[in-house]
């Protein structure tokens, strides 16, 4: 089975910190995703990569960044947490042009 | 810009009765896929459709693609309460790099007794 872990299922935060959301997979897929999670928006791509140390924006990328050193490892990186970047950030990983598997969400409050 | 959407958006089913979510696309895909969510849980695959034409069935689920229509449905056959989630539907946006999928809004499925 593929399994997609994130380092935290609840994260509280305040203004201003660095926060790192760590994501990591288990079945040598290429494709790795970060993607917000808002009521009435759906999913929204924030980053994704497809190879170690290549990344590419998604829809909204703004105040986040992301770091991929290993094939299994995709980190997203909030430099400066604000209060609208509360929500549920849901890593996902695939293979090429196949369906994604998704982590189990890390639901961050930023105070 | 591959734009998707679905209807409805929220949906209060009784327990037995049949109904049919659409899911539209805006560019050419041949690629498309269901997941649902329970609350406060990740996304789960239900169904992979992969060319034109594919029907996928899943106990009381079913789920057909048209791409010349650019619509996919997913069909539930006589609702029971399990079902109650949000089903989203995703379209593959064939970038070169592979892989990105295009999410639409959601449609939250309630079903009662």
């Known amino acids: 089975d593929v399994k997609v872990t994130q380092s935290s299922r609840y994260l509280v935060k305040r203004t201003g910190e660095k926060v790192f959301l760590e994501c990591v997979q288990d079945?040598?897929?290429?494709?790795m995703f970060w993607y917000r999670q808002d009521p009435g928006l759906g999913l929204r791509l924030i980053y994704f990569?497809?190879?170690?140390?290549?990344?590419e924006k998604g829809d909204i990328p703004e105040g986040y960044s992301v770091s991929r050193e290993k094939k299994e490892r995709f980190s997203l990186i909030l430099e400066s947490a604000s209060t609208n970047q509360t929500s549920m950030y849901l890593c996902?990983?695939?293979?090429?042009?196949?369906?994604?598997?998704f982590g189990p969400g890390t639901r961050l409050t930023v105070t | 810009e591959l734009k998707v959407e679905q209807n409805p958006l929220f949906l209060s089913m009784q327990e037995g009765k049949n109904y049919t979510i659409y899911c539209n696309y805006s560019t050419t895909s041949d690629r498309l896929y269901w997941y649902r969510q329970d609350p406060g849980k990740s996304l789960e695959s239900l169904f992979v459709l992969l060319s034109n034409g594919a029907v996928k069935q899943e106990g009381r689920l079913m789920a057909s693609l048209d791409t010349k229509a650019r619509l996919s449905t997913l069909h539930i056959t006589a609702a029971v309460h399990d079902l109650s989630a949000t089903y989203f539907c995703?379209?593959?946006?064939?970038?070169?790099?592979?892989?990105?999928?295009?999410f639409g809004q959601g449609t939250e499925l309630s079903v009662k007794p």
């Open positions: 996902a990983s695939s293979s090429y042009s196949v369906e994604q598997y």
């Open positions: 990569s497809y190879d170690v140390k290549m990344k």
């Open positions: 995703a379209v593959d946006e064939r970038s070169n790099q592979g892989g990105k999928l295009i």
């Open positions: 079945m040598d897929h290429e494709n």
